[in-house]
């Protein structure tokens, strides 16, 4: 069965560093998504991007953030700048249709800022 | 309105029987209501979902039951066996692969 790839699967890095988180997307998807999840807490949205743009994106994804496709198979989250609170394991997802029925998720990537 | 609130926090069941999980929701624009199940290590996968004209949606064990004027919805897992422990999330969405989760059950299921 097909399926998201995440890498890393563990990423530590210090506060103020930046950070690129990678995905590799299910290949006929053509809609992509970034959630992430503290420890204990529910799964947030960050940001839904199509045709190399964003879509949609949440109050907590502001300018230190950023998505990308470099290339036709890729899809990475950066954080610029680190805080301790940016702490969490952050899920890649992606789906066929706009509707964003059928997410399929990665295995994510925790991310420990220290 | 943006909320979505699950409960209970956790669920004890014995093998073989009835686990359920409950949902609330604010917001009338929903449009489309999942169930995700994540294993320890494991993204959430899709388990079940159901969109707001229909009342209930069976697929085998799993039953998710739907009341739009309570604005409620709910999962039934009948059967219930020690590989359904894991946590569950409801959630929902108005689309462009948005999805509100509520704050997940974790489901233990006793041989």
């Known amino acids: 069965e097909p399926e998201v790839t995440q890498t890393p699967s563990h990423q530590v890095t210090q506060m103020g560093q930046e950070v690129i988180l990678r995905c590799v997307p299910i290949?006929?998807?053509?809609?992509f998504y970034w959630y992430r999840q503290i420890l204990g807490q529910k799964v947030e949205f960050l940001v839904s991007f199509y045709n190399n743009e964003i879509s949609e994106k949440s109050e907590i994804f502001d300018d230190q953030f950023s998505v990308e496709r470099p290339d036709g198979s890729n899809f990475t989250l950066k954080i610029r700048s680190t805080k301790l609170e940016d702490s969490a394991m952050y899920f890649c997802?992606?789906?066929?249709?706009?509707?964003?029925?059928?997410?399929?998720f990665g295995s994510g990537t925790q991310l420990s800022v220290l | 309105q943006q909320q979505v609130k699950q409960s209970p926090q956790s669920l004890i069941v014995q093998k073989g029987g009835i686990s359920i999980i409950n949902c609330a929701y604010e917001?009338?624009?929903?449009?489309?209501f999942p169930w995700y199940q994540q294993f320890p290590g494991k993204g959430p996968a899709l388990l079940i979902a159901?969109?707001?004209?229909?009342s209930e949606k069976k697929e085998g064990r799993f039953t998710i039951s739907f009341n739009k004027s309570a604005k409620q919805f709910s999962l039934h897992i009948m059967d219930s066996q020690p590989g359904d422990s894991a946590t569950y999330f409801c959630?929902?969405?108005?689309?462009?692969?948005?999805?509100?989760f509520g704050q997940g059950t974790e489901l233990s299921v006793k041989p």
């Open positions: 917001n009338t624009a929903f449009d489309y």
């Open positions: 959630a929902a969405s108005i689309g462009r692969g948005k999805l509100i």
């Open positions: 997802a992606s789906s066929e249709t706009q509707g964003g029925e059928k997410l399929f």
């Open positions: 290949s006929n998807h053509l809609y």
């Open positions: 159901i969109r707001p004209d229909v």
